[in-house]
């Protein structure tokens, strides 16, 4: 193993891998933290998935020591901690709690915090996090049931988590290449800043970035991040050169949608999934909770469906405050998720094999409830989505778990037409 990374979600995992397979390394993604004898194969590159975003802080630091401490123990020369491209995190949020567990973990003096994802259109310029024209602060990030993103300051924001000094290495220094981006970490570490946020703009500027990061134990950021790393490795003699190609044999069997996001990108892909002519079911967390709208009530519907079902329970921000209001924030997400991970294995048992998640919540719950432990990339639908295929079932399923604020408008259609 070369490269282990830690992700806060299951669909962070899934755009990450595919990142780092497309780059040429033979990657292996993990679902939680695995045992410190697990066998990775002949992985270099392997993505630990923790569901470790929105839950206390100190829990969540403690699932990733133990998770890269198992990466260490299997030989990771270097180690990713990886976030959404959103910085999905609160002020009372785990990405600082984290990153300054993992810096004392592996003594290193210094990281980089850097979640631009081009591919995707966030960008950083000046610190402050862009997704496509918006600062993330006017995006539909601000309305984030779980991760409310109102500061698009990310120096700001990652202090405010953190007692260690954060700094920032801006455009100007960036542009100028790997050279200039060197003498801003060293300045930066001489002024006593354990943490730099670092402006990128495009996947030239994360190359860049990237080659100057070779000697560090530790990176953070997003999945664009990991676009300059196999090359420090190739440049080692310890990579070939990327092979080309991602290609999966899906299994047989029955297709479902299951949506649990509540972001714009995936409203709007319900809504063209609609006008398609796919037939849907929504779930309100309300009514699951009455007893009004249960796993059987959903399974019969399904049997009269013609094509692919969607269920889903996105609803526009007012509605799922007043989910919220009426059952708490974190019940009305946990009951959803429930109920999406039982009705998954209830598919499974009925014959579906090919399952398409929306949100990371709503994967990492499916995932855990149908004991998918591991998992091999296949083909890129959109920027950060592949398909993948479970590893170590006798039954393997096909599974392309998709961030809330990942893929086009018909990402629910044309994502199928990947599967042969």
């Given at each position: 193993?070369?490269l282990?990374?830690?992700?806060?979600?299951?669909?962070?995992?899934?755009?990450?891998?595919?990142?780092?397979a497309?780059e040429?390394?033979?990657?292996?993604?993990?679902?939680?933290?695995?045992?410190?004898?697990?066998?990775?194969?002949?992985?270099?590159?392997v993505?630990?998935?923790?569901?470790s975003?929105?839950?206390p802080?100190?829990?969540?630091?403690?699932?990733s020591?133990?998770a890269?401490?198992?990466?260490?123990?299997?030989?990771a020369?270097?180690?990713?901690?990886k976030?959404?491209?959103?910085?999905?995190?609160?002020?009372?949020?785990?990405i600082?709690?984290?990153?300054?567990?993992?810096?004392?973990?592996?003594?290193?003096?210094?990281t980089?915090?850097?979640p631009a994802?081009?591919?995707?259109?966030?960008?950083?310029?000046?610190?402050?996090?862009f997704?496509?024209?918006?600062?993330?602060?006017?995006?539909p990030?601000?309305?984030?049931?779980?991760?409310?993103?109102?500061?698009?300051?990310?120096v700001?924001?990652?202090?405010?988590?953190?007692?260690?000094?954060?700094?920032?290495?801006?455009?100007?220094?960036?542009?100028q290449g790997?050279?200039?981006?060197?003498?801003?970490?060293k300045?930066?570490?001489?002024?006593?800043?354990?943490?730099?946020v670092v402006d990128?703009?495009?996947?030239?500027?994360?190359?860049?970035?990237?080659?100057?990061?070779?000697?560090?134990?530790?990176?953070?950021?997003?999945?664009?991040?990991?676009?300059?790393?196999?090359?420090?490795?190739?440049?080692?003699?310890?990579?070939q050169?990327?092979?080309g190609?991602?290609a999966?044999?899906?299994?047989?069997?029955?297709?479902?949608?299951?949506?649990?996001s509540c972001?714009?990108a995936?409203?709007r892909?319900?809504?063209?999934?609609?006008?398609?002519?796919?037939?849907?079911f929504?779930?309100?967390?309300?009514?699951?909770?009455?007893g009004?709208?249960?796993v059987?009530?959903?399974l019969?519907?399904?049997?009269?469906?013609?094509?692919?079902?969607?269920?889903y329970?996105?609803?526009?921000?007012?509605?799922?405050?007043?989910?919220?209001?009426?059952?708490?924030?974190?019940?009305?997400?946990?009951?959803?998720?429930?109920?999406?991970?039982?009705?998954?294995?209830?598919?499974r048992?009925?014959?579906?094999?090919?399952?398409?998640?929306?949100?990371?919540?709503?994967?990492?719950a499916?995932v855990?409830?149908l004991?998918v432990?591991?998992?091999?990339?296949?083909?890129?639908?959109?920027?950060?989505?592949?398909?993948?295929?479970?590893l170590?079932?006798?039954?393997?399923?096909?599974?392309a778990?998709?961030s809330?604020?990942?893929?086009?408008?018909?990402?629910?259609?044309?994502?199928?037409?990947l599967?042969?």
């Open positions: 193993m070369l282990g990374a830690v992700a806060d979600d299951l669909t962070g995992v899934t755009d990450l891998s595919l990142m780092l497309r040429g390394m033979r990657t292996v993604q993990v679902v939680g933290v695995p045992d410190r004898d697990f066998d990775f194969g002949n992985a270099q590159a993505v630990v998935a923790l569901k975003r929105t839950i802080a100190n829990e969540a630091v403690q699932q020591r133990r890269v401490e198992a990466l260490l123990a299997a030989g020369e270097q180690i990713v901690f976030y959404c491209s959103t910085f999905d995190s609160t002020s009372q949020g785990n600082g709690p984290v990153a300054e567990a993992l810096l004392d973990l592996l003594r290193e003096p210094l980089i915090a850097c994802f081009p591919a995707n259109k966030r960008t950083i310029y000046k610190g402050h996090l997704v496509g024209d918006q600062l993330l602060s006017d995006s990030m601000k309305d984030h049931p779980l991760t409310p993103m109102r500061d698009a300051n990310l700001r924001v990652l202090q405010a988590q953190t007692g260690l000094p954060v700094g920032l290495v801006e455009y100007d220094v960036v542009r790997a050279a200039a981006i060197a003498w801003a970490f300045d930066a570490l001489a002024r006593g800043e354990r943490m730099l990128a703009i495009t996947d030239d500027d994360l190359r860049e970035i990237g080659s100057v990061a070779a000697g560090m134990k530790l990176i953070t950021g997003g999945s664009g991040i990991a676009i300059g790393l196999p090359e420090n490795f190739r440049k080692a003699g310890k990579l050169a990327p092979e190609g991602t999966l044999v899906a299994p047989d069997g029955k297709a479902v949608i299951l949506a649990g972001s714009t995936t409203r892909q319900i809504e063209a999934a609609q006008e398609a002519g796919l037939q849907s929504k779930i309100d967390p309300v009514d699951v909770n009455s009004e709208i249960s059987e009530g959903v019969a519907w399904m049997k009269g469906v013609h094509g692919i079902p969607l269920i329970s996105s609803a526009e921000p007012d509605a799922v405050r007043n989910e919220q209001a009426m059952l708490g924030r974190e019940r009305a997400g946990a009951i959803i998720e429930h109920f999406l991970g039982e009705l998954a294995v209830r598919l048992g009925e014959g579906y094999r090919r399952f398409l998640v929306a949100g990371g919540e709503t994967s990492g499916v855990a409830a004991g432990k591991a998992m091999r990339i296949g083909p890129e639908i959109d920027p950060g989505v592949p398909w993948t295929l479970s170590g079932d006798a039954e393997p399923l096909a599974l778990l998709k809330g604020n990942f893929g086009a408008d018909d990402f629910f259609i044309r994502a199928w037409d599967l042969r």
